[in-house]
């Protein structure tokens, strides 16, 4: 899960566009090609089930582009997410500022959404975990967090994989939702960045760390 991705404020440190690589995925700059591909993950009531509502084609390819504009100023962000093997894109996955309040903000999110022909491939552990290094790497962070609705169990799933975890005394109701929605109530996940084990990639594609 993510939000719409918001602009990055001109104090945050700014690197060179990262690129990161796993085993199985490329986290990269958006193409012209991805845009169609992107609507059609955006208007799956499936992939989009725990979001207020689908994206038409015009606003998929309006999100698609702020990606792809962010990742350009500042070098990190919501990237693309391709297959090494077939350059099939599969998604996207990164990290981004939400620019709303919750007891929490300011803080950095990671989140994610991919396509329903790539679930359970650990395709979203995977790239996420690429993601974690770059925020606790290069980016020097303290802390990413992660939310999604309650009932999102394959997210929350994902999160707690990468090894977040939940306070439920922090769990929110989101503040760009209406009151009334279904999807309002949300968890929030933390992971400080001594907590995360991220370090080399094996052959079997998945991140791995020291043991601790």
């Given at each position: 899960?993510?939000?719409t991705?918001?602009s990055?404020?001109?104090?945050d440190r ?7 690589r796993?085993?199985r ?9 991805d845009?169609?591909p992107f ?18 084609e015009?606003e ?7 990606n ?28 981004n500022?939400?620019?709303?309040s919750a ?5 950095t ?7 329903r022909?790539a679930w ?13 290094a770059?925020?606790f790497g290069?980016?020097?962070?303290d802390e990413?967090?992660s939310?999604t609705t309650?009932a ?13 975890t939940?306070d439920?005394a922090?769990d ?7 009151p009334?929605?279904?999807v309002?109530t ?5 992971l400080?960045?001594?907590?995360f084990?991220?370090g080399?990639l094996?052959a079997?594609?998945r ?6």
């Amino acid at each position: 899960m993510t939000s719409t991705p918001t602009s990055i404020p001109d104090e945050d440190r700014r690197i060179p566009l990262v690129e990161p690589r796993t085993v199985r995925l490329v986290l990269r700059q958006w193409r012209d090609e991805d845009w169609a591909p992107f609507a059609a993950l955006n208007a799956d009531p499936e992939v989009m089930r725990y979001f207020p509502s689908t994206l038409d084609e015009q606003e998929s390819n309006a999100f698609a582009y702020r990606n792809a504009a962010l990742l350009e100023v500042y070098g990190y962000g919501l990237w693309a997410v391709g297959a090494l093997d077939s350059g099939a894109f599969l998604g996207m996955v990164g990290l981004n500022r939400p620019q709303w309040s919750a007891p929490f903000t300011p803080c950095t999110e990671i989140g994610w959404r991919l396509a329903r022909s790539a679930w359970g491939r650990g395709y979203a552990t995977e790239a996420a975990r690429a993601a974690l290094a770059v925020a606790f790497g290069s980016l020097g962070l303290d802390e990413v967090v992660s939310f999604t609705t309650v009932a999102n169990t394959r997210s929350r799933a994902v999160m707690e994989r990468l090894g977040m975890t939940r306070d439920p005394a922090e769990d929110f109701d989101h503040p760009k939702l209406d009151p009334d929605s279904p999807v309002r109530t949300h968890v929030l996940y933390r992971l400080r960045a001594d907590r995360f084990d991220g370090g080399r990639l094996p052959a079997s594609g998945r991140l791995v760390g020291p043991a601790r």
